[in-house]
C-alpha cells in the first residue's frame, strides 16, 4: 500500500466514517485516508480557536501524504474552521452543513427538527442556514450530548444509546416535527435507533450522500483519477477504540495507526 493518498477526510472522531462510506461508493478507485481526533472529540466543547487550530494541523498532515482534496466531514469543524482552512490550503476543501434545505422541502406540516451538537446549533453558519432556507417552516433544535460518546465507542444499539436517543427525539416529534435533521456526521450510525424512536410517520434527512456527490463533481473538476481504493486511517486518541469502532462501522482489518506527537503540530 502507498502512503500517498489522493482525498484526506477529517472529523473530531469516528463520525464522519458515515461521509467516507459514500464517498467510496462514488470514487471507488481513490486513495483515502482519514484522522479522526478522538482525543478531543467531541469539538461541541472546545472554543472555535481551538477547533480553527486542531482542523488546519490535521489537514496540514492529509496535505502532507500527498492529498488533492479536503473534506472536513463533521459540521462543528465546517462551521468553524473551513472559511480559514481555505485561505491557507492549495487543495480543495469541502465541508459539511445541516439538510436545512431539504428538509424544509419535504416537511408536510411545516415543522422540521435538527438533532446536532451545541457546537453545530451555536454556529453562525447554522444561524444563516436557518436564514437562508428556513423560511416560513418551524425549526425545532435539539443538542444531544452524548450521542457522538455513544457512536465512538461502537454502542449503537444498547439500551442506554436508546434511552439517550429517546431522550432527545421524543420531544421533537411531540412538538410536531414531521422531519428530522441528522445534523452531526455520527448520528448516521444511529438511524434505526431514531427511526424506531421516531415512527414511521417522520422522515430522516442527512447530507452525507449530498456531500459525496460534491466531493465527486470537485473531484472530477480537478481531472479525477486515482491511486487505487486503498484507506488509511489514524487517531489522536485511542488506537485500540479506532480499530473496534473501524470493525463495527468499517469494515474488519481496516489499516490504523496513532498521530505521532500531539497529532498537530507535528506531522506524520
Known amino acids: 500500500m502507498t502512503d500517498s493518498i489522493d482525498i484526506g477526510v477529517l472529523d473530531s472522531g469516528v463520525g464522519g466514517l458515515s461521509v467516507l462510506r459514500e464517498i467510496r461508493g462514488l470514487l471507488p478507485d481513490t486513495a483515502l485516508g482519514y484522522i479522526a481526533d478522538s482525543a478531543f472529540v467531541p469539538y461541541g466543547r472546545l472554543s472555535a480557536e481551538t477547533i480553527i487550530e486542531r482542523t488546519c494541523a490535521l489537514a496540514d498532515i492529509v496535505v502532507a501524504h500527498g492529498a488533492r482534496m479536503v473534506v472536513v466531514a463533521c459540521n462543528t469543524a465546517t462551521a468553524a474552521a473551513v472559511p480559514t482552512l481555505r485561505t491557507r490550503l492549495e487543495v480543495p476543501v469541502v465541508g459539511m452543513e445541516p439538510a436545512v434545505k431539504p428538509a424544509a422541502q419535504a416537511t408536510r406540516n411545516g415543522t422540521i427538527g435538527v438533532l446536532a451538537t451545541v457546537g453545530t446549533l451555536n454556529s453562525a453558519r447554522f444561524a444563516a442556514l436557518l436564514d437562508r432556507f428556513a423560511g416560513p417552516v418551524e ?49 448516521p450510525f444511529l438511524r434505526p435507533v431514531i427511526e424506531d424512536c421516531a415512527g414511521p410517520g417522520v422522515a430522516l434527512v442527512d447530507t452525507g450522500r449530498a456531500v459525496a456527490r460534491q466531493v465527486a463533481r470537485v473531484w472530477e473538476s480537478q481531472g479525477g483519477g486515482g491511486s487505487g481504493g486503498s484507506a488509511r486511517f489514524w487517531t489522536s486518541g485511542s488506537l485500540a477504540q479506532l480499530r473496534h469502532a473501524l470493525d463495527v462501522l468499517w469494515a474488519p482489518g481496516a489499516t490504523a495507526a496513532t498521530l505521532p506527537g500531539d497529532g498537530g503540530t507535528n506531522h506524520a
Not at 457512536?151 to 414531521?178: C, I, K, M, N, Q
Open 139 to 187: 425549526v425545532i433544535t435539539q443538542p444531544c450530548p452524548g450521542l457522538v460518546e455513544c457512536v465512538e465507542r461502537g454502542d449503537l444499539d444498547s439500551p442506554e444509546t436508546r434511552l439517550l436517543v429517546r431522550r432527545f427525539v421524543e420531544p421533537v416529534v411531540a412538538g410536531g416535527a414531521d422531519t428530522l435533521i441528522l445534523g452531526c456526521t455520527h448520528y
